[in-house]
């Protein structure tokens, strides 16, 4: 087991947004969360990430997890400056010594833009920067990663290219995937898992056998 | 030129506070903190005011006011909905807080000009000194931080993700910038150095991709601006900051529509 969660509640003021939830994850595995807008998908995700504090229940990673993390939203406007590269590298130290440098580029293979490395993440599209973001989250070589609406706000060829790297990562690296989404049909071709989170409950199951409706 | 003492300490003094606030304006720039630097020079007007009313160093007066503004005035516009009104709430009351110190302190108009428009013709020695040593401890300050301000400065909702301590990394540099905004002033004045904070490292958002080259930019923009600024101050006689503020903006404006040009053409 890589996650176990139980009992989790959350509320906000008096709103609850969902009680007593219950699952677990098993390494290597690939799962979606599913759920309409506003059920509480990335309140789950950024209680998991340690930056909400639940108001009842726990959850425990396994001791030999290391998480990455891709959030929802970033703040890139189109005159954002740092190159590509320089972003991915964000979370390393000012002066790089040669190891550094060479993860750094070894992850820019891995999600394919080593070649575009140099051009600015403000004129990159948003199939570059999404994976640019998964990039800068690989840096520490994680075992577990966890994606927020990543495809969201991507063209199909986009989407279609960055589910193969998430795929390529679990097949190939083992990584435990955990993908949040509203997309069903996108999530039903790539994943294996799925949890469905919706009226403050969560279910979980085979991704083939995922019969909700979103109502 | 450099047979005088005086303008030997004005280069000196000029250089440590151009590499200051040059490598301080990536981040002011960064973090979308320029509102704040100009908040901050008026709010060292009132310091040093407060200083010449007290009879100590103007230095220490704006060091003390920057130092109290900027952490204040930092946690306010983080978490504020009102975040420009309040700041210039804030300026006005400060604005007019140091037109008081200088009028119940009887220093003649000398001081008033030297702190809205900068004296770095007349820094002494010991000026020197006090400059460089405050310069050293910005940039260390940031050399400790300097791998959470990058990320943070640079992609706040990632840094946070990752479980940056993103407050603290705020805490340092609002202390680094007051203290750069307190240096630059020595030179420019306290109405001008959100120029040596914001208009260098404008300028380099548009020249380097990576935020070393940016640094260096940024760096070697505001030491133009301030050798060429004394340079011509020297031999023209006219004001320095003056020199100062036409090469930044000339620079900048260049290097704006170099970049209009070779994006929208």
Same mark, same amino acid.
Not at chain 2, 157 to 162: E, F, M, N, R, T
């Given at each position: ?22 699952f677990?994850?098993?390494p ?6 599913l759920?309409p807008?506003?059920?509480?998908k990335?309140t789950?995700i950024?209680?998991?990430m340690?930056?909400?504090?639940p108001?009842g ?9 290391k998480?990455?993390?891709v959030p929802?939203?970033?703040?890139i ?7 590509i590269?320089?972003?991915v590298?964000l979370?390393?130290p000012f002066?790089?010594?040669?190891q550094?440098?060479q ?6 293979e891995?999600?394919h ?5 140099n ?9 570059q ?8 989250a690989l ?9 927020d609406?990543?495809t ?5 060829v ?5 589910m ?5 990562l ?10 949040v989404?509203h ?5 039903k071709?790539?994943?294996k898992e799925?949890l ?5 409950k ?10 909700g409706?979103?109502? | 030129?450099f047979?005088?003492?005086?303008m030997?300490y004005a280069?000196?003094a ?7 606030c040059?490598v ?7 973090r ?9 020079s008026?709010?060292?007007f009132a310091?040093?005011?407060f ?7 103007p230095l220490w007066?704006?060091? *003390?006011?920057?130092? %109290?503004?900027?952490?204040?005035v ?12 309040s700041?210039?709430a804030?300026?006005?009351?400060f ?6 110190f %200088? ?5 003649n108009?000398?001081?008033a000009?030297s702190?809205l ?7 002494d ?8 040593? %405050?310069?050293?401890?910005v940039? *260390? %300050?940031?050399?400790?931080v ?5 990320f943070?400065?640079?992609?706040h ?6 479980g940056?301590k993103?407050g ?12 750069a905004v307190?240096?630059?002033?020595q030179i420019?004045g306290?109405l *001008?150095?959100f120029?040596l ?11 380097g991709?990576?935020?070393p ?14 050798w060429l600024?004394?340079?011509?101050g020297?031999?023209?006689n006219?004001?320095?900051t003056?020199?100062i503020?036409m090469i930044?903006v000339?620079i900048?404006l ?12």
């Open positions: 087991m890589i996650l176990e969660v139980k009992n989790l509640t959350m509320k906000f003021d008096n709103k609850e947004i969902f009680r007593d939830i219950n677990k994850l098993e290597g595995s690939m799962t979606a969360l759920g807008n506003g059920t509480g990335t789950l950024n209680i998991l340690k930056l909400l504090i108001t229940g726990s959850f425990k990673f396994s001791d030999d997890v998480l990455g993390y929802q939203f970033r703040n406007d189109s005159e954002y400056p740092l190159s590269k320089s972003f590298a979370n390393t002066f790089k010594n040669k550094v440098k993860t750094i580029q070894e992850e820019l891995e999600v833009l080593a070649d575009i490395q051009i600015r993440m403000g004129e990159a599209s948003g199939g920067k999404q994976r640019a973001y998964l990039a800068q840096l520490d070589k994680p075992n577990m990663i966890i994606l609406e990543a969201a706000s991507l063209d199909p986009a989407k279609e290219e960055l193969q790297l998430i795929t390529h679990n097949q190939k690296h083992q990584m435990t995937v955990l993908f989404t997309d069903l049909p996108l999530a071709r790539f994943m799925y469905y989170l919706n009226h403050g969560i279910e979980q199951g085979k991704m083939g056998d995922f019969v409706d979103y109502e | 030129m047979e005088f003492v005086f030997r280069f000196l000029s250089t440590f506070i151009a590499i200051t040059g301080v304006g990536v981040y002011v720039v960064a979308n903190y320029s509102f704040l630097a100009h908040t901050l008026e709010i060292g310091g040093a005011a200083g010449v009313f007290l009879g100590i160093d007066g704006m060091l *003390l006011f920057t130092l %109290l503004g900027s952490v204040s930092g946690e306010l516009s983080l978490h504020s909905d009102q975040k420009e009104s700041i210039s804030i300026s006005a009351l604005i007019g807080l140091g037109v008081l %200088l009028a119940i302190s009887n220093a108009s000398r001081y000009t702190i428009f900068g004296s770095i013709i007349g820094v020695k010991e000026g020197v000194i006090r400059l460089v040593a %405050l310069s050293v401890i940039l *260390l %300050l940031l050399g400790l300097q791998r959470q301000l990058n943070d400065s640079f992609d909702i990632g840094a946070v993700a990752h940056v993103v603290l990394v705020s805490f340092v540099f609002l202390i680094s910038l007051a203290m307190s240096i630059g002033s420019v306290s *001008l150095v120029i904070l914001t208009l260098p490292a404008s300028s380099a958002r548009y020249l991709k990576s935020v080259s940016m640094l260096l930019w940024a760096v070697g923009i505001a030491l133009v601006g301030v600024g004394l340079y011509l020297f031999i023209t006219w004001p320095v003056f020199f503020a930044e000339v900048y260049v290097v704006y529509f170099i970049h209009l040009i070779r994006h929208k053409l």
